[in-house]
């Protein structure tokens, strides 16, 4: 078990033991530190209950045709080049398609989705979605009448909105996000806010789509104090949703996507103090994060249900683009490696890009594997290790806030057999 060094107010230092694999928090004597019958009860509930699968590049993973989460690729371009979209890497593996494939794609889907009223969600993705917008008028009618029960989303840089195209989706119960870093865009790329007509139409957006449309935002070096970016966002918007997409992860080792380790050592230390005095949970998703925390170690979930956080190596998520390409996920193009089959032959369909958690022992070994889930299933090298690092000082603000809510201590300490990476590049910035 890890050890947590734990301070009371009274200023004495106790240690608690916790297991990343049980969520199982004991004191020196080996009994449950958390108390199962106080008000933490109400935390508790149903964990799942179906095991991961360990996807490797030797083992891949399959899919089924019982697709809960269906995510469509309309296409990567962007009238967009933000510093560190994952995307921009993959523009020129995308498979171009036209409103003959959305047809073609609907005349098709039939033969190869089973259940379609157990379909639960339906994204709509781009590069920027709502250049596709013709393909988007063909597609969605008939996608509400073949999946009854799904809720649509969109996440959009929303500077192609209309009135007409807000309306629609509108008529059509879609949720939206738009992607914006706040007081960070700036740093980021363009920013629609600056510009009066686009600000008119994202305003006329909110208010049309409001409780379901929110701000969505990315921790980066340049923008990760969480109560700033809220309350920049409420200026403009008072009482609107403030979403954060997590923190910025390497893909290209862009020096805007790279935090330095003092600024996540101080990152993390302000999130914590955010989410215990409740000004961070002014946003759902730190509120809904920092609950799934405190939830983890009261139910003492086992890591054996714990797939990656995405979901994209769950069966029953699919990513797939308008000529049935199916992905890794949505964010990469089907031209080269991370086509991984094709809807007509998906039995054959192999996950064999990516790597679970489980295969790697920094993730076997870590303190936040419960609420980090082993960052993005499919890098490797210095981008993982540097995504694993924030995502490392990221989950401790929550695991620290969680600790904090459930024994009244705040940790100032960790240690055990914690494997952290080392970076290849750049033997200065080793951690722990
Ligand atoms: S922080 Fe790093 S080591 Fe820990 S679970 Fe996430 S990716 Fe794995
Ligand atoms: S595999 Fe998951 S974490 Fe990685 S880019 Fe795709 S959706 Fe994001």
């Known amino acids: 078990m890890l050890r947590l060094e734990m301070l009371s107010r009274d200023g004495d230092v106790i240690p608690l033991f916790y297991s990343q694999h049980t969520s199982q928090l004991l004191d020196q004597q080996g009994f449950r530190a958390v108390d199962m019958s106080d008000d933490a009860l ?24 019982e697709v809960k989460k269906l995510k469509i690729q309309l296409g990567l371009g962007c009238n967009y080049s933000c510093a560190y979209c994952l995307q921009a890497q993959q523009v020129g593996n995308a498979a171009a398609s036209s409103t003959r494939d959305a047809s073609e794609f609907l005349e098709n889907i039939d033969g190869w989705i089973a259940e379609p009223e157990g379909m639960e969600k339906v994204e709509l993705w781009g590069g920027e ?55 960070g865009q700036g740093g980021r790329g363009d920013d629609p806010f600056e510009d009066p007509h686009k600000f008119v139409m994202i305003q006329y957006a909110q ?19 969480v109560n700033a970016i809220i309350d920049w966002f409420r200026d403009y918007f008072p009482g609107c949703n ?38 961070a949970l002014r946003s759902l998703q730190m509120h ?19 797939f990656q956080k995405c979901g994209m190596d769950m069966p029953e998520y699919l990513a797939v683009d308008l000529k049935g390409n199916v992905t890794t996920c949505q964010n990469v193009g089907a031209i080269g490696s991370h086509k991984i089959g094709h809807v007509s032959d998906f039995d054959n369909i192999a996950l064999n890009t990516s790597r679970h958690w489980s295969k790697r022992p920094e993730c076997q070994s870590c303190p936040v594997l419960q609420l980090c889930q082993g960052a993005c299933m499919y890098q490797g090298g210095d981008n993982w290790r540097h995504s694993c690092n924030a995502e490392f000082f990221y989950n401790l603000a929550f695991f620290r806030a ?15 057999d914690i494997v952290r990476p080392t970076l290849k590049k750049d033997r200065n910035v080793e951690v722990c």
Not at 157 to 166: K, M, P, V
Not at 255 to 279: C, H, K, N, Y
């Open 402 to 416: 969680a600790l904090f809510i459930l024994t009244g201590r705040w940790m100032v300490g960790f240690g055990g």
């Open 242 to 279: 403030v979403g954060f997409e997590g923190v910025v992860h390497s893909y290209a080792s862009d020096p805007s996507s790279i935090f330095s380790m003092e600024q996540l050592g101080t990152f993390s230390e302000a999130l914590s103090r955010q989410l215990v005095d409740g000004s």
């Open 207 to 225: 208010r049309t789509f409001h409780p379901r449309f929110s701000f969505n935002a990315v921790l980066t070096p340049r923008s990760h104090d």
């Open 129 to 183: 979605p709502l250049l596709y917008w013709k393909k988007i008028e063909i597609l969605v009618p008939a996608l509400k009448r073949k999946f009854p029960n799904a809720k649509f989303s969109i996440i959009t840089n929303g500077s192609l909105f209309t009135r007409e195209i807000i309306d629609q989706l509108k008529g059509w119960d879609f949720s939206v996000a738009m992607s914006h870093d706040g007081p």
């Open 42 to 65: 109400l935390e508790r509930g149903a964990t799942p209950s179906r095991p991961f699968v360990a996807v490797d590049y030797d083992q891949p993973g399959r899919k089924v045709r």
């Open 288 to 306: 809904d994060k920092l609950r799934r925390a405190v939830r983890s170690m009261v139910n003492e979930q086992s890591s054996d249900v714990l």
